[in-house]
């Protein structure tokens, strides 16, 4: 398999994606928008959703194919096996030190949002992705809504698709400290139950069999790939 080549390729289309997203978004020269119709950030959230997805799925695929790291053992020595674990969390959420075009950015998160857990018998059969999109809340379409942190979230992945490779080792050291952290410690049974993957269990938002758009396309094969990726490397 040429991981390189895939990750190349898909990277690309990525980008492609975010250029129209700046477009549709008015985002010019680092400038923020403020406000933007209401119709507008619904067609922009439905589009960012599935990218910001198939963008960390990249970074995973980077993360475990084409960057090797290890952790250093002293780094949690003297911890507790659950303080040792929050720091694996807080490990690949820090942010970055690197300038933002629009006031200051987070570091972009390399895990999946958890998925809430629903009971059928009590929804109306809602989907996660309606779920996620903006409320009516009496507003008409045209209605003028806060686009700021909508826009934010656009430059976000932008940066964090320009510097893939710098997430990509967040993420490598994670797993790395993740897995010695296990493979070690003898009070394991006695550890909180955290996460194991930063691809959360089922498809993702905007996943489709039979794609029709181009962030459809990617996200789906990027899916494919990640979890292939994860689970053999």
């Known amino acids: 398999m040429d991981w390189a080549g895939a990750?190349?390729?898909?990277?690309d289309d990525l980008l492609?994606?975010?250029?129209?997203?700046?477009?549709?978004a008015g985002i010019r020269s680092g400038r923020s928008v403020i406000m933007m119709p209401r119709y507008l950030r619904i067609r922009v959230l439905a589009m960012l959703r599935p990218a910001e997805f198939a963008a960390r799925r990249l970074?995973?695929?980077?993360?475990?194919?084409?960057?090797?790291?290890?952790?250093?053992?002293?780094?949690?020595?003297?911890?507790?096996?659950?303080?040792?674990?929050d720091d694996l969390r807080e490990e690949a959420s820090r942010p970055i030190a690197k300038t933002a075009p629009i006031g200051s950015l987070s570091a972009f998160p390399l895990f999946d949002p958890i998925k809430p857990y629903r009971y059928p018998w009590l929804e109306d059969g809602?989907?996660?992705?309606?779920?996620?999109?903006?409320?009516?809340?009496?507003?008409r379409p045209d209605d003028p809504v806060d686009?700021?942190?909508?826009?934010?979230?656009?430059?976000?992945?932008?940066?964090?698709?320009?510097?893939l490779e710098t997430h990509a080792k967040r993420l490598a050291r994670w797993r790395a400290r993740r897995d010695r952290l296990w493979s070690s410690s003898a009070d394991r049974p006695h550890l909180r139950p955290?996460?194991?993957s930063p691809i959360r269990p089922g498809r993702p938002p905007g996943?489709?069999?039979r794609p029709k758009t181009p962030v459809a396309e990617v996200l789906k094969e990027c899916d494919a790939l990640a979890r292939d990726a994860w689970n053999t490397s």
């Open 7 to 11: 990750i190349d390729r898909n990277l």
């Open 16 to 24: 492609a994606v975010v250029a129209r997203l700046f477009a549709m």
């Open 59 to 85: 970074i995973a695929i980077a993360a475990c194919k084409l960057v090797t790291v290890t952790a250093r053992r002293a780094e949690n020595r003297g911890q507790c096996p659950s303080k040792a674990e």
């Open 126 to 139: 809602e989907s996660d992705d309606e779920a996620k999109l903006p409320r009516d809340n009496g507003l």
């Open 147 to 163: 686009a700021r942190t909508l826009c934010r979230r656009i430059i976000r992945l932008e940066q964090a698709l320009q510097d």
């Open 194 to 196: 955290r996460r194991f």
């Open 207 to 209: 996943w489709r069999k």
